[in-house]
T-cell receptor, first 113, second 114 residues
Framework: QKEVEQDPGPLSVPEGAIVSLNCTYS??????FMWYRQYSRKGPELLMY????GNKEDGRFTAQVDKSSKYISLFIRDSQPSDSATYLCAMSHPTGANSKLTFGKGITLSVRP | DVKVTQSSRYLVKRTGEKVFLECVQDMDHENMFWYRQDPGLGLRLIYFSYDVKMKEKGDIPEGYSVSREKKERFSLILESASTNQTSMYLC?????????????FGPGTRLLVL
């Protein structure tokens, strides 16, 4: 079993839809959870960051972590064509002063006008 | 804002050539990383560095080497390029300590080896 699994997609939704993107993981030591957004031919940019379990909201985006189920989600409300991108989940565990990330493979989202 | 820059957006090289990819960050981050990104395989860590002149192998170091002579600069070297090294190469940086888990990426270099 891979450490981080992400639905491969691609995913296509109409504008205004609620989008749910998910990742599961196997390493119970993970404490930090991130979502990166990557537009075509660009580098990933940090979208959401969550420590441990719970929800975090930022505008139309909500990140949710369920450590008991080893499951994280990113919800996008009122999706827009500008949300069309590849979304990667990433996570890490505390290792002192330095940390490496473990990434999901990413899912490509297309929001149709 | 953190800025990570990469020397080239697109590169075309021939098999057997030595290739240098440069990455510079302006936020005084201690940690720097090189990844490659391929369809269906996601991001894979090649090498990383936690300090000047320090390097550690990632998951796929074969065929690559790195150099970190200055804190802000991390170079990836393909000693003898091969066609299976055609890929998108991404550099990232992060601070030590507080916030170390958040990495900031450059725009990427798309390398084609013929």
């Amino acid at each position: 079993q891979k450490e981080v699994e992400q639905d491969p997609g691609p995913l296509s939704v109409p504008e205004g839809a609620i989008v749910s993107l998910n990742c599961t993981y196997s390493n119970s030591a993970f404490q930090y959870f991130m979502w990166y957004r990557q537009y075509s031919r660009k580098g990933p940019e940090l979208l959401m960051y969550t420590y441990s379990s719970g929800n975090k909201e930022d505008g139309r985006f909500t990140a949710q972590v369920d450590k008991s189920s080893k499951y994280i989600s990113l919800f996008i409300r009122d999706s827009q064509p500008s949300d069309s991108a590849t979304y990667l989940c990433a996570m890490s565990h505390p290792t002192g002063a330095n940390s490496k990330l473990t990434f999901g493979k990413g899912i490509t989202l297309s929001v149709r006008p | 804002d953190v800025k990570v820059t990469q020397s080239s957006r697109y590169l075309v090289k021939r098999t057997g050539e030595k290739v240098f990819l440069e990455c510079v960050q302006d936020m005084d981050h201690e940690n720097m990383f090189w990844y490659r990104q391929d369809p269906g395989l996601g991001l894979r860590l090649i090498y990383f560095s936690y300090d000047v002149k320090m390097k550690e192998k990632g998951d796929i170091p074969e065929g690559y080497s790195v150099s970190r002579e200055k804190k802000e600069r991390f170079s990836l070297i393909l000693e003898s390029a091969s066609t299976n090294q055609t890929s998108m190469y991404l550099c990232a940086s992060s601070p030590q300590g507080q916030g170390t888990e958040t990495q900031y990426f450059g725009p990427g270099t798309r390398l084609l080896v013929l």
